[in-house]
């Protein structure tokens, strides 16, 4: 590519924070320019992120259903074997033809992609390995990296991140997870539906931190029944290792306890899973004065503008949660801000989604946070379990909660834990971007038997009352 003409746009990243952006601004008639220090586009999400741990996610599912829910129905099919290796090459086609998904967009929508490592000069001017380009704007989309622990070295063989955590060449016989928040609930279900010991330790004293507590019980409950030991308030003191494999040490969290229940635990494999952090390395931020919080997000303003005029930042980078969602919603609204059009975001209404089984949905307030406005809400709540089509599919834990004012019956927050619980979150999350009461979703006919009558229901049981319960 022609990298000597000037770009209008030049996005940093590649991740669906970059490339959505990138597209958009060119779907827009802007000329762009898109760079990512990997070969492939797509970034964390697609390359080491949501796609390949949902396709490892998918395929151990199944695994777990043809153990146990396939003679039920009648279907024998044997000893079920698990061939790792066809496993994992099926997940890297899956990521790579995806990645090669989005090398097509850029060529439809004409955007230039470039492989480098880039750094900002100035507001008009970026390097990328030892080559200037010029341009009128800047986006920073590059992302965030694995969070690491004091004192502890990941080296993706013993000690693993995420990453390291899609490729194992081998099932653990012990494996221990550092926080029980997304990633350590995900990749902790893979390795322990593939048969792995798996422990999970947390800092605090429950699960999936951020999410409605109901949902954060009934999960843990769930994942106990999959054979997941979880070691609450608790936090990692001391890793050693060791010929024969991994030594780490534990204690309570909470120091009124004081040093009892401290333990050491052996493992052969230990992953860190204690959040993510925002990655701008290397990119020359300090000489253009851009400014950053305290935990390392690029201070943004509503139109993403970082300190630096004429530079933008959006993705993990920023603020808010660190989700592909929110990042293409990002790229989405600055392409349009750019070009020159209205953009709006709803930060209030993010979905969050846990991939296990169950899988947890949530949209809108908590029930914790309602109660720490001081809030007057309802609780309506349905269980799967009286749901036909969950029945029929013999696929009937978790429940559906929606929480409504108390006065207008308009949604708050919805909470989805269950079979298809990411899929059925789309229908409340259109009903709250349009300020829609629990009503209306309960007066919509929903096609029998799905399991989204179970939202439905909900709806009913927050204004009036369930009927099929
Ligand atoms: P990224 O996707 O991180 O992309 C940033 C890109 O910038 C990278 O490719 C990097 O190489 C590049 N870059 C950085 N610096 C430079 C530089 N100086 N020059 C050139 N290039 C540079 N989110 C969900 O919503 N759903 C999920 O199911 C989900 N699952 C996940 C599973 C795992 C294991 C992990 C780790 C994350 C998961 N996430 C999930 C989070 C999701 O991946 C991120 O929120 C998302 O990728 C953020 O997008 P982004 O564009 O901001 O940054
Ligand atoms: P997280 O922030 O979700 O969870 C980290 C957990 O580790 C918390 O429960 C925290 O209390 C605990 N913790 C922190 N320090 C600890 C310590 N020293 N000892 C014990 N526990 C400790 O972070 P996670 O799971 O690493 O994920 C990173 C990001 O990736 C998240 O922000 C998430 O949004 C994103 N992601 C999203 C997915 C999805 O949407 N399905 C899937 C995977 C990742």
Not at 16 to 37: E, F, N, W
Not at 202 to 211: N, Q, R, S, T, V
Not at 277 to 286: K, N
Request: contains cysteine.
């Amino acid at each position: 590519p022609d990298l000597r003409k000037e770009f209008d746009v030049v996005v940093i990243g590649a991740g669906p924070g970059g490339y959505i952006c990138a597209i958009r601004a060119a779907q827009l008639g802007l000329k762009v320019l898109c760079v990512d220090k990997r070969k492939e586009a797509g970034g964390t999400c697609l390359n080491v992120g949501c796609i390949p741990s949902k396709a490892l996610l998918h395929a151990t599912e199944r695994l777990i259903e043809a153990c146990t829910i396939f003679p039920k129905m009648g279907i024998q099919c044997g000893e079920v074997e698990v061939d790792l290796s066809t496993m994992m090459a099926n997940k890297d086609r899956i990521v790579s033809e995806t990645v090669k998904g989005v090398a097509f967009l850029f060529k439809k929508y004409q955007v230039t992609f470039r492989t480098g490592h880039a750094t900002i000069k100035s507001p008009d001017c970026i390097d990328l390995d030892g080559e200037e380009v010029r341009t009128k704007r800047i986006v920073i989309a590059t992302g965030s990296a694995p969070a690491s622990l004091g004192g502890i070295d990941i080296d993706e063989k013993q000690i693993i991140s995420s990453t390291g955590a899609l490729k194992l060449p081998h099932v653990p016989r012990h494996l221990i997870v550092i926080g029980a928040g997304v990633i350590g609930l995900e990749l902790g279900s893979v390795w322990r539906r593939l048969g792995a010991d798996v422990t999970i330790v947390e800092f605090a004293d429950h699960i999936a931190p951020g999410f409605d507590r109901d949902m954060s019980r009934q999960l843990a409950r769930s994942l106990q029944k999959l054979g997941i030991n979880f070691r609450l308030n608790t936090k990692v003191t001391q890793v050693e290792k060791r010929a024969d494999g991994l030594i780490v040490r534990v204690t309570p969290s909470d120091a009124a306890t004081g040093t009892e229940g401290e333990a050491t635990l052996s493992c052969d494999t230990l992953l860190i899973a204690t959040g993510r952090r925002p990655f701008a390395e290397g990119l020359g931020l300090e000489a253009l004065d851009i400014k950053r919080d305290q935990r390392g997000h690029i201070i943004i303003d509503e139109n993403f503008n970082t300190s630096c005029p004429g530079i933008y930042a959006i993705g993990d980078v920023v603020p808010g949660p660190m989700l592909a969602h929110k990042a293409e919603e990002e790229g989405y609204a600055l392409a349009n801000h750019l070009a020159g059009h209205p953009h709006h975001i709803r930060r209030d209404l993010i979905p969050g989604v846990i991939y296990t089984h169950p899988e947890v949905a949530m949209i809108g307030a908590t029930e914790e946070t309602l109660k720490a406005q001081n809030a007057t809400y309802r609780v309506g709540t349905y269980p799967f379990m009286a749901n036909g089509r969950a029945r029929a599919n013999c696929d009937t834990e978790g429940s559906v909660k929606i929480l409504t004012c108390e006065r207008t019956d308009t949604l708050l927050g919805i909470h989805i834990i269950g079979p298809s619980a990411g899929e059925l979150i789309a229908e409340p999350a259109l009903a709250m971007n349009f300020g829609a009461s629990a009503e209306d979703i309960a007066l919509s006919c929903h096609a029998h038997p799905t399991l989204s009558e179970a939202v439905k229901e909900a709806a009913l049981a927050a204004f009036d009352r369930p009927l099929n319960l």
